[in-house]
């Protein structure tokens, strides 16, 4: 593989067919590359740009949101799925005020300390906010190296390999390197996509190891996810939309998606959000995690 011209088209076509995505204006602080990157993991770009702007409008400061109860993050996460983020999102910004000074660090293993960061979100902050020269890869990166480097249909499961081979890849300059990783993402996520790739408008195509071959199918080893309908998922989902709407008057446990099918489900739902410390239960009363308030001041609550 030639990296030169890899590098160099796909950063020429990301700087013409970029999408205006609110994190990519100039001027866009760490602090709110953080959120989005919290909020992006598994939800739709559409669904997570009037959340993002909420959400920095109630909170635009780390130190903003670790004032907050952490209640008041799970109720403004409202429906972008995967709940335990907005606790996440809360301990982190808790983190950056007492460590930190209130300032996102720019430092990846300082990053990686942080409550619910990974590999992928370090490095994102770092390279996005602060120019550092890191491989950035996600879901849409993989699947760009997967078939223009090593001509497969899909992506295997995550490992660290991926961080090496787009290491591999990233041009010296920083400024570029950021812009190939941004690029390689973009490039994924809009024209070679998972199941309809657009190979008739891809810059890269005479560079792809995939169509070169032909475009063989050589298997689907990802992880797949459970059906949503019917799962753990939707109904602690329903628990906590009845919550968040009460919010910040408890709910009685017994009123907690009463009217779901399987009840033992529903007990082992509320019971395994107690554990993600998603709500909080006493004497059969439940409310959204109040922080240093306690379940009889919630109770007290208008």
Known sequence: MAVQPLVSDLNEWFGHNARDLPWRKPGVGAWAILVSEFMLQQTPVNRVIPHLQAWLQRW??????????????????????YPRRALWLHRAAEEITTRHGGVVPRDVEDLLALTGIGDYTARAVAVFAYGERHPVVDTNTRRVLARVIDGRSQPGPPSRRDLDAMYALLPHEREDAALFNAATMELGATICTARAPRCDACPVASLCAWRSAGYPDTGDRRPRQATYEGSDRQVRGLVLRALRESSPSPVAAEDLAPDWPDPAQRDRAIDSLI???????????ACLPRGRKSLSEASAAP
């Open 275 to 285: 554990v993600d410390g998603l709500i909080e239960l006493e004497d059969g009363i």
């Open 60 to 81: 635009p400061t780390p130190a903003a949101l670790a004032e907050a109860a952490p209640a008041d993050a799970v109720t403004q996460w409202a429906n972008l799925g």
